[in-house]
């Protein structure tokens, strides 16, 4: 048994009744989560991370859906990453965006953010319509090793980025931005902003959470090579 596996060992997990998948309408989903009394520190957050959790509001969670396999967790190979012609023209197209990180996050700025994005591309999904509760559950509850990255235009927010920093790593918790700013591919262009952060602290992964293979909003996270599958247990290099 490998540390990682012992850690699983010595808390308790919890399975939630099936419930309707947010991805896949005709099938339903069962996740399985960490005991909620458990803190989350970075050590517990890195190990889960490593096993294919993923961390949403104050909880660490992972679908054990009992006919489907088609979330899959991924993380990107920082030191290996290169930045390829339509990468650089994206981060040359918001270089007028400043960066502000913070361990906090202003409500007041960012929810009205958070909610055009939910209400606009996110329509399908069952954080639809946005809610002041769900944003401050899913977005401002957070670790000590939560980092919230703020690009701004002049004194216009842009874009968040919700970051934990493991261990060795930083996982990409979640970005929104705004809905009318297409041209600038600012989801895109905060993924290579965290692939620069995790280069600066020599973390090797930054972990995307889940992949489906036929979700078309998840493809762009496979368009970051190279990259890394769970699969079975073992993190296999995608081809």
């Known amino acids: 048994m490998n540390s ?28 399985v989560f960490v005991d909620p009394e458990v803190r989350i520190d970075k050590a517990l957050n890195s ?6 959790y993923r961390r949403s509001g ?16 991924c993380r990107i190979l ?18 007028d ?9 202003n409500e007041s700025e960012a929810y009205p953010l958070y909610k055009s994005y939910i209400n606009t591309r996110h329509q399908d999904g069952d954080m639809f319509p946005a809610t002041p509760e769900q944003f401050r559950a899913f977005i401002k509850v957070h670790t000590q090793e939560t980092r919230f990255v703020q690009f701004y235009r002049n004194e216009k927010l842009m874009a968040v980025a919700v970051m934990d920093e493991l261990e060795r790593g930083m996982s990409a918790v979640y970005t929104f931005f705004d ?39 998840m493809q762009y996270k496979s368009s970051f090579r190279p990259i890394e599958m769970l699969v079975d247990g073992n993190w296999v290099l995608l081809k």
């Open 4 to 31: 990682n596996s012992r850690v699983i060992s010595t808390i308790r997990l919890f399975r939630t009744s099936a419930h309707p998948c947010s991805y896949k309408k005709e099938e339903s989903a069962i996740t």
């Open 47 to 52: 190990k889960l991370s490593e096993l294919g």
């Open 58 to 73: 104050a909880h660490l969670y992972r679908p054990d859906c009992d006919n489907c396999s088609a979330c899959i967790s």
């Open 78 to 95: 920082v030191n290996q990453f290169k930045f390829k012609r339509s990468y650089r023209r994206t981060w040359d197209n918001n270089l």
């Open 97 to 105: 965006l400043v960066a502000k990180v913070s361990s906090t996050l």
């Open 179 to 217: 809905p009318d700013e297409s041209k600038r591919s600012l989801g895109k262009f905060v993924i290579l902003w965290q692939i620069r952060a995790a280069m600066a602290r020599n973390m090797p992964y930054l972990y995307l959470g889940y992949w489906i293979k036929d979700c078309a909003k």
